[in-house]
Structures are given as structure tokens and as C-alpha cells.
């Protein structure tokens, strides 16, 4: 009976090791992926040994020799290359790699091919990788994008926008979809007004469009061209001179780091744009570094400054996400061959689950921190690039949780514009601007005032040298009813008045200084911004007025309009009609006496406006407790007999009456809630405690 015992139980133990094994060997048989995983590559016919091409070798050969991601399997791909703008040689290729049993497609590029071809893979549930620009907002369930969105990318530039507070801005865009792309852009923010003006242009109409928009003194622009026509969008910059301090180009591209900008350094021209590749952080340029050493592959994946392009760069870290999906989906999920074609239109079992996976996937790439949500790329990092006299600086950065972050808000008001000389109008007036009485003073020096100080620190802040001069007439500025025309202040930018610009005649009264508040600030603002100054007057000696029949302005607000005058300072009036066409800063002086009333509102009476002084839950408690009482003062008078007596009390009665009726206990209490008699009075206390309690009450 033991021996039995023991053989049983040896061989229970062998079928349990048997079992286990064969558990074993299944799960591993379920859980580990194919040796070899067949992807396609589809691009157009010019980007044939491109970037993007070598970018995309690149990223499988480094996948399939580090064996850190797939250890056990090996990735091979298949490249098909397209006409651009073929959309149906395109489709032959696509089910060509179908055909060949590829679980996932990257590319194309091209917004229309990538669109077209996208619905093939949709259909066959095949996983398709994009790092294309995707206009549609619809959910597509089999595409996965490392393209930020064009929905992001317009909050980005609208935040900086209204942090450089542009209020005229032009949109020049080169392709058709450009309007499509931009269209945020285009609606002004609910809370300010945007002056936006669309122009479409191309190499070939650059210049004309161009010389249009300076015409119009536009000189803040929204620059979305392709990045092989830019060094013409350059060209005519230069050729147009519309390459100095007063624009400031706000480009689309990412690639901005990687276009000549030599000629445009030590012009003080402002150029701003974003670049999606952190070229400064340590795993990027380790990763710059391995390109470089891939054979003679990696002197073609960089440009000259050494510096990868962002569609590179997006197909790279797209590799790296489905490598990514597939190790995350090695450990839960079998993943099948993908046997399926155009013809039987039949879908992928597996496309689902892995589409899934790689849909979960977060990791930091080429491009950043990347992360999605239903396809679409939610997490990503946008570092502003300012051009300075070296070299383009990094000056903020955006995303989509946190907005725009300028770290060097500095660099938009460059010092390097010091040697530029504004043209600054006054007029003296004490003590805004004033001006020394000496033969010592000359230019700048005459003055002194609150504005000269101010204008000085502007300037010293911002970077830039200004000259002063004075209003010929020294008038603010008046109408003359005969002839239609000012004078004054008005006629010019400034005029001389105190306090603010005023001439003060030197120590031998040989000449006039500028002094007063204005100058004061003026000189204050120069020295804390950094930059210089003439001081002149306005030639017509006008503050500025519209005039209707011609359409124009004259005075200060015409000097600054044709940019003969970079600054003007005085007191000047504010008003609705100026304020259109010039910027004003915040008045630091208001003058005058200011009346605050409110007018009364008449309001209807009805029959019911007695009652407005209670609400109606009031009146209707009131009513209650008066009803109430009456009733209790009626049955309670029934049960004493002083309130019984004999209504003829010279005959004996049969039966006696009660003061206290329905009706007279309802008169009672009406009088003694109106503080009025009413002719009956009761004889016991209880009953006189009674209109006391609810005279309290109400």
C-alpha cells in the first residue's frame, strides 16, 4: 500500500512538471513577438536619399543593433517612392507593401498623399505613423501623429502675439491650405483687436507683395512659406530694405536654426520662430553625435550647422514609438501576421491591439516629450528663438499645459539698437520739458523736465539715440475757423508749454534749452533703456487732426505715422480718433475735474406697490397670523361668562350675547394691529393679553 502511495505520488509530480512546462512553453509561444517584423515607408520621389529618408534607416538600424527595445526581433523595412501630387501611383504602392505583409506604414510627408493614403490603411486596420501636418480634426482610429497640431501651434502664436502686443500684423502664406492652416490667426481675440491683413505669395510674387505691405507700414509679419523658398522670401527682405529694427517676422517653420541668416545680424531686424528639436539638451546632441559616426549616412542627416531639420527628426522618434508599442505589447498581447490586401479588403486581427498600444506609448524623443491622445500628439515642448547679433538665442519656450514662458523678455527691446537716432518732438512746458539757458548746452543737453528724464530711460532700456527739438510756435494747437488749419502743438508733435517741454534761455541769453516734465522723463527713460536722442519740433506745430475730405492726418500723428519721428512726448490729449493710429503709453497725469453720478431710474407704480416694502412670504405670514388670532380671540372669549351679557338689561333675557362675534373679533384685532379703536372692549385680562401678543409678534 506505500509502495503504491509513492509511485502515485512520483508520478503526480511528473505530470505536474510535465504541465508546468508545457504551460511554460505556451505562454512563452503566446507573449513574444515574430523574429521578424516587416514595416513599410512610403515617400515622395524627391526625398529619395534625403534627411528624412536616412533619418528612417537610421532609427531602424540603431533599434535593430542596440536589442535594448527588441531584443528577439528584428525590424526590416520596405521604402516605396511616390510622384508628389500623384494620389493614384500612390495607392498602387501602398497596397503594393500590403501586400508584403507590413504591420505598420510611416509616411508620407505630403499633406494631400498623406490624407489619400491614410484611408487604405484605415480600411485594412493597419497601424499608419504620420509626421505630417494634419489639418482634419476628425478622429482617425488608425493613425497615430507626431505632428504637433495645427490648433496647438496657432495657440502658440497667438500667445505670442499678444505678448509682443501686435495690433497690425500680416499673414503671408505660400500654399493654398495656408489660409485653412492659419484661420485662428485670423480672428481677432475677443478681448483686444487685431488689424490682420492675408496675403498669398510665392518666389515669384515675394517682392510685390512685399513692397505692398510696406507701403501699407505694416511692419509686424506672419511669415508661412516652404522651407526650400526661403532663402527668396530672404532675398526680397534685403532688396526692399525691410531689414531693420521697426519688423519683427514671426516664421512657422521649425527649422529656422538651419537657414543663412548672416545678412541679417547686425541689422537689428527682428526674426522669431520656434524650433521643435532642443538642439542644447544632452540626449539630443548624444543622439546628434551616433548620427554623425552612421557611416556616411550621418553627413547627410545633419546640415552644415549640425543641427537636424524637425521632419527628420519626427520620423526618427516615429520609429522609436512603434518599437516602443511593440516591446509594451511583447508582454501582453500575441501579435499575428499581417496577411491582408486591397483586393479582399479583409482587415488585420492584430491592428487593433497594437494601434493600442502604440496610441499609450509616452517617451522623450528628438522632438521632446511625446504623448498621445486618440492619435493626435498632446505633450510637446516649443522653444522661441530670437536672432541677436550672434547667433538666434533661445528666449522662452511654450507648450500646451503651461503656454508661452519668456525667460528673456529683454531680447525683444535689444540694446543693439543704440546706434540708431530717433527723432524726438517736444514742447516746452514747466516742468515736463525745459531747457538750460547757457552756451554750454547744446542738442540734448538743453533740455531738462519729468519727460526729458523719462524719454532717456526709454531710451537707455530699449537701445536707441534720439535728438530733441522744440515746436516752432509754441502753441498746443487750435482750429482756426476761417481757414480750417491749426496750429500749435497739434500742427507739430510738441509745442512749447510749461510744464512739461518748456525753452529755457541760457546763462547769457544767447539760446534756448528744452526742460520741464517731459524731457525730465525723456532723459530717464534714454539712460534706463539704453539709447539716444534729438529732440525736434514738429514742422506744422500741430498735436495732430484728422481731415475728412483728404483722408489724412497732419501734426505729430503724421510725423509718427511716416516714421519721421520714432518718439514724441508732451501732453498730449488721448483721444479715440488718435489712439487708431498711434500707440500711447499709460497717462501718468490726468487733469481736470471729474463728476461721477447716477441717473435715477423712474419705476412704474401699480395698485400693488404698497407691498414692495415686504417680500410676498412676509404678507402672507402676516395674513395668517391675523386670521389666526382672530379665530383664537372668537372661540376663547366663548368660554368665560364676563364676556356673556343681557343686550336689554331692564327685562330679564331669555339667552345673552357675546361681545366678542366672528366679525367683531376680526375688528378688534384690525384695530389693534392700525393702532386704532374699534369700539369693542373686552372685560377679562386674558383676552386683553391677547392683541398685546400679537402686536409683539408683527
Not at 351 to 375: H, M, Q, R, T
Not at 409 to 437: C, K, Q, W
Request: glycine share 6%.
Amino acid at each position: 500500500m506505500l509502495r503504491c502511495t509513492r509511485h502515485q505520488t512520483r508520478m503526480q509530480t511528473s505530470s505536474s512538471h510535465f504541465l508546468a512546462a508545457v504551460l511554460l512553453h505556451f505562454s512563452i509561444l503566446v507573449s513574444s513577438l515574430p523574429p521578424i517584423v516587416k514595416i513599410g515607408a512610403i515617400f515622395t520621389q524627391d526625398q529619395k536619399e534625403s534627411s528624412t529618408e536616412l533619418a528612417f534607416k537610421y532609427a531602424v538600424y540603431k533599434i535593430n543593433k542596440d536589442k535594448h527595445l527588441l531584443p528577439k526581433t528584428t525590424l526590416i523595412y520596405d521604402i516605396q517612392y511616390v510622384p508628389r501630387d500623384d494620389s493614384f501611383h500612390a495607392s498602387k504602392k501602398a497596397c503594393q507593401q500590403v501586400k508584403l505583409g507590413v504591420q505598420a506604414v510611416f509616411g508620407p510627408t505630403d499633406i494631400h498623399l498623406g490624407t489619400h493614403i491614410h484611408s487604405i490603411y484605415d480600411a485594412l486596420d493597419i497601424p499608419h505613423i504620420e509626421t505630417r501636418l494634419d489639418l482634419e480634426v476628425d478622429y482617425k482610429e488608425f493613425s497615430i501623429n507626431l505632428h504637433p497640431s495645427q490648433t496647438l501651434l496657432n495657440n502658440a502664436f497667438q500667445d505670442v502675439i499678444e505678448f509682443l502686443n501686435w495690433t497690425k500684423v500680416a499673414i503671408l502664406y505660400e500654399e493654398d491650405y495656408g489660409l485653412i492652416k492659419l484661420r485662428e490667426l485670423v480672428r481677432s481675440p475677443s478681448h483686444r483687436a487685431v488689424e490682420v491683413h492675408l496675403r498669398q505669395a510665392d518666389p515669384n510674387t515675394y517682392r510685390s507683395v512685399l513692397k505692398e505691405i510696406k507701403s501699407k507700414e505694416i511692419h509686424n509679419l506672419i511669415v508661412d512659406t516652404k522651407s526650400q523658398n526661403m532663402h527668396h522670401f530672404l532675398r526680397g527682405i534685403l532688396q526692399l530694405q525691410m531689414n531693420d529694427y521697426k519688423y519683427h517676422y514671426l516664421f512657422t517653420t521649425f527649422d529656422i536654426e538651419t537657414f543663412d541668416l548672416e545678412d541679417f545680424k547686425y541689422n537689428f531686424v527682428n526674426m522669431t520662430a520656434f524650433r521643435l528639436v532642443d538642439a542644447e539638451d544632452v540626449a539630443v546632441v548624444e543622439v546628434l553625435k551616433d548620427m554623425e559616426t552612421f557611416q556616411a549616412i550621418g553627413q547627410n542627416l545633419l546640415n552644415k550647422s549640425r543641427i537636424i531639420q524637425s521632419e527628420p527628426a519626427l520620423i526618427y522618434d516615429s520609429v522609436h514609438v512603434f518599437a516602443v508599442g511593440l516591446q509594451t505589447l511583447e508582454n501582453g498581447h500575441p501579435l499575428t501576421l499581417a496577411n491582408v490586401s486591397c483586393e479582399a479588403e479583409l482587415p488585420w486581427d492584430g491592428g487593433l491591439s497594437l494601434i493600442n498600444y502604440i496610441n499609450a506609448v509616452e517617451l522623450k524623443g528628438l522632438s521632446g516629450p511625446i504623448e498621445f491622445k486618440e492619435g493626435r500628439r498632446i505633450q510637446f515642448k516649443l522653444d522661441l528663438l530670437k536672432l541677436k547679433q550672434h547667433s538666434l538665442v533661445k528666449v522662452g519656450e511654450w507648450s500646451p499645459a503651461g503656454g508661452v514662458n519668456i525667460s528673456d523678455p529683454a531680447a525683444f527691446f535689444d540694446s543693439g539698437i543704440m546706434n540708431v537716432t530717433l527723432v524726438v518732438i517736444t514742447i516746452v512746458e514747466i516742468p515736463y520739458v525745459m531747457m538750460h539757458r547757457g552756451k554750454n548746452y547744446t542738442g540734448n543737453a538743453r533740455f531738462y523736465g519729468f519727460c526729458v528724464d523719462l524719454l532717456e530711460k526709454v531710451a537707455k532700456k530699449v537701445g536707441f539715440d534720439y535728438i530733441l527739438d522744440l515746436v516752432p510756435d509754441r502753441k498746443y494747437g487750435a482750429q482756426d475757423p476761417g481757414t480750417g488749419e491749426w496750429n500749435g502743438m497739434v500742427l507739430q508733435l510738441m509745442k512749447h508749454e510749461t510744464p512739461y517741454v518748456m525753452l529755457k534761455p541760457s546763462e547769457n541769453g544767447t539760446h534756448l534749452n528744452y526742460e520741464g516734465f517731459c524731457i525730465d522723463i525723456l532723459r530717464a527713460i534714454s539712460s534706463m533703456v539704453g539709447f539716444s536722442y534729438r529732440i525736434e519740433l514738429v514742422p506744422d506745430g500741430k498735436y495732430g487732426v484728422y481731415d475728412h475730405e483728404t483722408g489724412e492726418w497732419n501734426g505729430i500723428v503724421r510725423q509718427l505715422m511716416d516714421r519721421k519721428a520714432d518718439l514724441a512726448v508732451g501732453s498730449m490729449t488721448i483721444n479715440y480718433a488718435r489712439e487708431s493710429v498711434i500707440d500711447f503709453t499709460k497717462p501718468f497725469m490726468n487733469l481736470g475735474i471729474s463728476i461721477l453720478f447716477k441717473v435715477p431710474t423712474d419705476k412704474e407704480s401699480t395698485f400693488f406697490t404698497f407691498l414692495d416694502p415686504l417680500v410676498l412670504d412676509i404678507w402672507l405670514l402676516c395674513s395668517a397670523a391675523f386670521i389666526l388670532v382672530s379665530m383664537f380671540l372668537f372661540a376663547i372669549s366663548k368660554f368665560t361668562p364676563y364676556e356673556w351679557y343681557n343686550p336689554h338689561p331692564w327685562r330679564p333675557a331669555k339667552s345673552l350675547v357675546n361681545t366678542f362675534s366672528l366679525s367683531n373679533s376680526v375688528w378688534f384685532i384690525t384695530g389693534t394691529l392700525l393702532r386704532q379703536g374699534s369700539g369693542v372692549c373686552p372685560k377679562v385680562f386674558h383676552i386683553i393679553l391677547i392683541p398685546f401678543i400679537e402686536y409683539s409678534y408683527l
